[in-house]
């Protein structure tokens, strides 16, 4: 039987449930996932992220094999890869290069917004507006009048607000460097960064409203990101706790690797102990502890998760 979009994000949508990582019982969450059709942000060519036997990205091309391409849209773990190489390498077949945008993988995103929790009506902004994916579904909680996004890659800006348009979703796109985030539309609720940092922005810190939340992988010494969430204090610094394992992009401005000691990690850490990392950030620098087992205020789910 051949099934619909919609009979495709049903399904993903149960498997998602069932998840320890999923909706977790977040009913918003689950009905923003089914109401916002995924399809209408993917890119008719995509690449899928685990290399063949020839040792490239094999592309999926929609016009070419349009069940592949709906099948790989909503498959729960699978980020689908929508420029290499800063968009260096054309999507015309496979390829090989790194990762610059994607849409990420539905269960990676329903992860995010579930640990930064908007209530409707508040202001938040996005950091890495990729395809415009997550931004819908954070205007489908927020509505459109608080929500900014930004996005560093003109190109993609601008087809993200086409896409976000077209399906009727009006936030605010900004083309530019999100790790200035975006004083004009602040200070913010909620700040969710969909691409890793090593350092948390200061300007990101500065935006942040009291009591408000930030979301974002940051690099970690144990060859994955940990997603974090910390709660700011309304003076430019903010606290909180890793709560997940993941993997995404850089921000562009922090590609270069940087020693550890100097982005605030201690040394001798077991890559067991991230369930227990404590994060403060602020204008002067970030500093990560591991707090003695149990003690730890917020614990993440167990397993890893590939998000890009
Ligand atoms: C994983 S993708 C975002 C996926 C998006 N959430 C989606 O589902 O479509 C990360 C995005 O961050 C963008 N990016 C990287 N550095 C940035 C920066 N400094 N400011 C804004 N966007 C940035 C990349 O161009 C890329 O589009």
Not at 52 to 75: E, F, H, N
Not at 118 to 133: A, F, Q
Request: glycine fraction near 12%.
């Amino acid at each position: 039987m051949v099934m619909s979009a919609e009979g495709l994000r049903t399904r993903c949508a149960r498997e998602m449930s069932q998840s320890p990582r999923g909706f977790a019982g977040c009913s918003w969450l689950r009905q923003a996932f089914l109401d916002v059709p995924r399809e209408a942000f993917v890119p008719d060519r995509v690449w899928w992220p685990a290399r063949t036997g020839d040792g490239r990205y094999p592309l999926i091309d929609r016009s070419v094999k349009p069940r592949a391409w709906l099948k790989a849209v909503y498959q729960p773990g699978a980020a689908l890869i929508t420029q290499i190489d800063d968009g260096a390498v054309l999507p015309t077949g496979p390829a090989d290069g790194v990762f610059t945008s994607s849409i990420s993988s539905p269960g990676v995103v329903i992860e995010l917004l579930r640990h930064l929790a908007p209530e409707p009506g508040e202001r938040i902004l996005e950091i890495g507006t990729g395809t415009g994916y997550t931004t819908a579904l954070l205007s489908h909680r927020a509505g459109d009048a608080g929500v900014v996004t930004v996005e560093i890659d003109s190109r993609l800006a601008a087809r993200a607000e086409d896409r976000l348009r077209a399906a009727g979703v009006n936030p605010r796109v900004i083309m530019g460097d999100g790790e200035e985030g975006h004083a004009g539309g602040g200070p913010y609720d909620r700040i969710v960064s969909t691409a890793s940092v090593r350092r948390i922005p200061r300007a990101w810190l500065r935006q942040l409203k009291p009591g408000g939340v930030l979301v974002t992988p940051l690099d970690s010494p144990f060859g994955y990101d940990l997603l974090v969430r910390l709660i700011g204090d309304g003076h430019g610094a903010a606290a909180g706790a890793a709560v997940a394992q993941v993997e995404f992009m850089r921000v562009r401005g922090q590609r270069p690797r940087r020693p550890y000691a100097d982005l605030g990690w201690p040394s001798g850490l077991e890559a067991t102990q991230w369930r227990d990392l404590q994060v403060a950030a602020g204008q002067e620098d970030q500093r990560i502890a591991a707090v003695a087992d149990g003690a730890s205020p917020r614990r993440g789910w167990a397993g890893e998760l590939v998000g890009w």
